[in-house]
């Protein structure tokens, strides 16, 4: 049996990195709650795992290094191409668009799926070492 | 490393709102003054908040405050013959400071950089838990 640490891991290393990158967009919509004309974004969660699994489940996928700034990314995932405009539930005069408590909301739901991924990757580091062991 | 960042984002608008902050204070603390340097009444002081990169990516940004600005509005005249500053009709120009106004905005900027500063929190908290992955 040929255990692919990489698939069994893989996923876990996706979620938690697409998950510090949804908490650092919705840090900048609390961190700009009172900057005028600042569009509250958020970040495309579903789209970006999706991709990030397909990338990964390829078996000709290796890591590239990028020596031009122009190059195109092979594989990895700027936070830029999944962030999409949040609509504002109540509109503001100053054309700021975050709602606070909703930022609250989605920042600490975030926090939590992040730590819950951690939870599962560490019984998942146990169950391999386990294994491992004997 | 993304979570870093948030520690960035999160510290900019806690140094924005605290600027905020300092010009509520200074607002507050000459709302009676009718003298400053250039010998005309204080006017009351305004930050401008504006979006700044934070780190390489450009979805997430940090906030700083890129001018401080004077109200323009006009200065409450108030007759009083016997002050020093009185004009030839006996009235004083006071600041246009608006104190409620001013303690408004004192809250808002207060709950603003709690916000932040929590943000901050649960940053630490996620980056502490990856540190003791797979112990």
């Known amino acids: 049996m040929t255990v692919k640490l990489d698939s069994s891991l893989g996923f876990y290393e996706n979620a938690l990195r697409l998950t510090s990158k949804r908490q650092e967009v919705l840090a900048s919509n609390i961190a700009n709650s009172d900057t005028p004309n600042y569009k509250a974004r958020d970040f495309d969660f579903k789209t970006a795992m999706m991709n990030a699994m397909n990338a990964s489940s390829m078996p000709t996928a290796v890591e590239m290094t990028q020596i031009n700034p122009l190059h195109l990314d092979a594989g990895s995932f700027s936070a830029g191409k999944y962030t999409v405009l949040r609509k504002s539930k109540q509109n503001s005069q100053d054309g700021n668009t975050v709602d606070i408590d909703v930022e609250r909301a989605a920042f600490t739901e975030n926090a939590l799926r992040y730590e819950s991924a951690i939870s599962f990757e560490n019984s998942e580091i146990k169950n391999l070492t386990m294994v491992l062991q004997g | ?135």
């Open chain 2, 1 to 135: 490393m993304s979570l870093l960042n948030i520690f960035d984002i999160a510290g900019s608008g806690m140094t924005a709102q605290s600027q905020r902050l300092n010009a509520v204070a200074s607002n507050i603390a000459n709302a009676e003054s009718t003298v400053t340097s250039d010998g005309t009444a204080y006017r009351a002081k305004l930050v401008e908040f504006m979006t700044v990169q934070v780190g390489d990516t450009k979805a997430a940004s940090g906030v700083k405050v890129s001018r401080v600005l004077e109200d323009n509005s006009p200065l409450k005249k108030i007759y009083n013959p016997a002050h020093p500053q009185a004009d030839q009709l006996g009235y004083v120009s006071m600041p246009n400071v608006n104190v409620v106004e001013e303690m408004v905005n004192m809250m808002s900027a207060s709950r603003s950089y709690q916000n932040n500063v929590d943000s901050m929190n649960v940053a630490k908290s996620m980056l502490i838990k990856t540190l003791t992955l797979g112990q």
